[in-house]
């Protein structure tokens, strides 16, 4: 299967700062999301990129699926974004799996 | 419905018992996902339907695990006999079809004593 490896597994940040999430990929991949999961367990759409670049609000993603990687950006952060974030993959190459990232778990304290 | 819902949100049983998990997927989309999430880790895949069949069961931990979609819209896992280690999040999630964006359901918190 896919390795997914994220960066950092723990971050705590300062409401108000920014910050970049990393996830890297051991294989060529045709779908990556990454997700929020709040503090009651339920996961969070934030985006659908398995490459490009998209913005939604504070928040950006970068795919660059040539390189096995993909970037979250995190600007004026808020106690609100605290949570785990995780990236997940699928290759059509290696079947139909999902492959969740190890994930980054965010604190924003105020 | 407006999104993934699932049934129950928590489960207590006890080791040996037999439970079923329900996942109502949202309405149109072909595809669903069954996870399990142990505390502090990741979900991990379980098993995949697109329509009515098993795409990929290959996450299945072993044969007391089993999974089925028969009008291909709401699913159930079925867990026999018990284990402690079955304890977990259960998770399921739908897409319009396998390439397309995920939308995850509460979860099942399942406790077997």
């Known amino acids: 299967g896919i390795q997914v490896e994220q960066s950092p597994p723990d971050l705590i940040l300062q409401e108000g700062a920014n910050s970049t999430l990393r996830c890297n990929f051991s294989d060529s991949v045709n779908n990556l999301q990454w997700f929020h999961q709040n503090p009651w367990g339920q996961l969070i759409n934030l985006f659908y990129i398995p490459s490009g670049t998209k913005q939604n609000g504070r928040l950006s993603a970068t795919t660059v699926a040539t390189e096995r990687y993909s970037l979250l950006y995190i600007s004026s952060s808020q106690t609100t974004d605290s949570g785990v974030y995780f990236c997940?993959?699928?290759?059509?190459?290696?079947?139909?799996?999902?492959?969740f990232g190890t994930g980054t778990s965010l604190t924003v304290i105020p | 419905g407006a999104g993934v819902s699932q049934t129950p949100s928590n489960k207590v049983t006890e080791k040996g018992k037999y439970v079923e998990l329900r996942c109502d997927p949202i309405s149109g989309h072909t595809a669903l996902y069954w996870y399990r999430q142990s505390l502090g880790q990741g979900p991990e895949f379980l098993i995949y339907?697109?329509?009515?069949?098993?795409?990929?069961d290959s996450g299945l931990p072993n044969d007391r695990f089993f999974a089925v979609r028969p009008e291909g819209s709401v699913s159930t896992l079925k867990i026999q006999r018990t284990e402690r280690g079955d304890s977990a999040v259960y998770l399921c999630?739908?897409?319009?079809?396998?390439?397309?964006?995920?939308?995850f359901g509460p979860g099942t918190r399942l406790t077997v004593l």
């Open positions: 997940v993959v699928r290759s059509g190459d290696t079947g139909n799996q999902f492959y």
């Open positions: 999630a739908s897409s319009r079809g396998l390439a397309n964006e995920q939308f």
């Open positions: 339907f697109q329509g009515t069949g098993a795409a990929d």
